[in-house]
T-cell receptor, first 112, second 114 residues
Framework: QKEVEQDPGPLSVPEGAIVSLNCTYS??????FMWYRQYSRKGPELLMY????GNKEDGRFTAQVDKSSKYISLFIRDSQPSDSATYLC????????????FGTGTQLKVEL | SQTIHQWPATLVQPVGSPLSLECTVE??????LYWYRQAAGRGLQLLFY??????ISSEVPQNLSASRPQDRQFILSSKKLLLSDSGFYLC?????????????FGPGTRLTVL
């Protein structure tokens, strides 16, 4: 079993839809959670960073963490074609030397 | 603000040839530095990380090596490339110190070994 599981997609939605992207993890030591957006042939870009259970909102993006269920989500409201990218979840815990464990990424396509 | 550079952006090399990829960070001191390889559908694989000059930790035994000759310079090398070394190589940095710091990625180098 992988430490972090993420549905690879592809996920195709119409413009304006609410998108839900999810990751599950098995290591209860993970305390810090990140979402990255990666456009084709580019490096990942940090979108959201959280370290506690609950919700964190930034513009059209909301990151949700449920440590009891070992489940994190990224919601995108009013999705736009420019949101079309691969979204990677990442997480780390104490003793890891700031090393991150990544999901394999979910490919999202927002269609006009 | 901090900036991370990688070069070259694209590289095509024959099997058996040497490799040197360079990464530099500006705007911060004593960062943690990382090399990742990304293969299609397989996510990001951590290859090496460094918490200081000359300090390298290898995550996966392989045909590659890394060096950190200066505080903000990280180099990925190989003496003889294999076909399986093809991929998208990403350098990243984070602040040192306590765990939980975010990592910031460079633009990547796409390596094709023929």
């Amino acid at each position: 079993q992988k430490e972090v599981e993420q549905d690879p997609g592809p996920l195709s939605v119409p413009e304006g839809a609410i998108v839900s992207l999810n990751c599950t993890y098995s290591n209860s030591a993970f305390q810090y959670f990140m979402w990255y957006r990666q456009y084709s042939r580019k490096g990942p870009e940090l979108l959201m960073y959280t370290y506690s259970s609950g919700n964190k909102e930034d513009g059209r993006f909301t990151a949700q963490v449920d440590k009891s269920s070992k489940y994190i989500s990224l919601f995108i409201r009013d999705s736009q074609p420019s949101d079309s990218a691969t979204y990677l979840c990442a997480m780390s815990g104490p003793g890891g030397g700031n090393k991150l464990t990544f999901g394999t990424g979910t490919q999202l396509k927002v269609e006009l | 603000s901090q900036t991370i550079h990688q070069w070259p952006a694209t590289l095509v090399q024959p099997v058996g040839s040497p490799l040197s990829l360079e990464c530099t960070v500006e705007g911060t001191s004593n960062p943690n530095l990382y090399w990742y390889r990304q293969a299609a559908g397989r996510g990001l694989q951590l290859l090496f990380y460094s918490v200081g000059i000359g300090q390298i930790s290898s995550e996966v035994p392989q045909n590659l090596s890394a060096s950190r000759p200066q505080d903000r310079q990280f180099i990925l090398s190989s003496k003889k490339l294999l076909l399986s070394d093809s991929g998208f190589y990403l350098c990243a940095w984070s602040l040192g110190g306590p765990p939980g710091n975010e990592q910031f990625f460079g633009p990547g180098t796409r390596l094709t070994v023929l």
